[in-house]
C-alpha cells in the first residue's frame, strides 16, 4: 500500500514532470514540490529512474481501475466489460497529462517500454486484461482463444493506439477512430453464433 508520503513525493513528481518534461526533472524539483528534504526522496526510492518507475506504475494502475469501473456500469457481459475497460483505459492515457507531457518531450524514454520490455504498469494492465478475458470465456460472450496471447495482442494494440493518438486522422475525426478500434475489439472477441439447429431430410 502506497503511504501518505510516497503518495505526496508521486503527486509532486508528476506536477513537476507535467511541467517541464521528465528529463529535466530532477528529485531536487520533486522534494521542493512535495515539500520534503531531497534525503527523504532518496530514502524512499533510492534514485531518480525508480521514482520515475514507480510514478509511471502508480498512473497507470489509477487509469486500469478507473477504466475497469467505468465498464462496470454499462457492461452486461465479460466481452462487453474487456472492450469498454480498453477503450476507456487507452482513451484516458491518451489525454493524461503525464504522459501527453513524456510523448511531447522526452518520446526516446518511452522507446524501451516499446521494442524492449514490459513496464510494471503494462504487466498490470496485461494481467487486468488476462482475467476479464477468462470472465469472458466463462460467461460465453467472448471466444475460446489462447489467453496468456490474446492478453498481450490486446495490450500491444491499446498502447499503439495511446502512443500514436496525436497523429491526426486526415478524413475523419478522433472519435470515429475510436468507434472503429471499438468495433474491431468486439469483432475480435465475440464467441462465434451457434448454428441453426439442423433439419432432418423427411
Not at 468495433?183 to 464467441?191: I, K, M, N, V, W
Request: proline share 5%.
Amino acid at each position: 500500500m502506497t503511504s501518505q508520503r510516497n503518495t505526496t513525493i508521486l503527486r509532486a513528481a508528476a506536477e513537476e514532470v507535467a511541467a517541464v518534461g521528465l528529463r529535466r526533472t530532477s528529485l531536487t524539483d520533486v522534494a521542493r514540490r512535495a515539500g520534503v528534504s531531497r534525503m527523504t526522496v532518496y530514502r524512499e526510492y533510492g534514485d531518480a529512474p525508480t521514482l520515475w518507475r514507480s510514478l509511471l506504475t502508480e498512473e497507470i494502475s489509477a487509469v486500469v481501475s478507473a477504466a475497469d469501473q467505468a465498464a462496470l456500469t454499462s457492461a452486461r457481459n465479460g466481452r462487453e466489460r474487456l472492450v469498454t475497460a480498453v477503450i476507456e483505459a487507452v482513451t484516458r492515457l491518451a489525454d493524461h497529462p503525464l504522459v501527453t507531457r513524456v510523448l511531447e518531450l522526452d518520446p526516446e524514454l518511452i522507446l524501451p517500454f516499446v521494442v524492449d520490455r514490459l513496464g510494471s504498469g503494462q504487466q498490470l494492465a496485461a494481467e487486468r486484461i488476462r482475467e476479464m478475458l477468462a470472465d469472458g470465456i466463462a460467461d460465453g460472450s467472448i471466444q475460446e482463444c489462447d489467453v496468456a496471447a490474446a492478453a498481450h495482442l490486446l495490450l500491444l494494440l491499446a498502447q499503439s493506439f495511446v502512443f500514436s493518438a496525436r497523429i491526426e486522422p486526415a478524413d475523419t475525426d478522433a472519435s470515429s477512430v475510436t468507434a472503429e478500434l471499438r468495433r474491431l475489439l468486439d469483432g475480435y472477441l465475440s464467441a462465434p453464433a451457434s448454428p441453426p439447429p439442423r433439419k432432418e431430410p423427411a
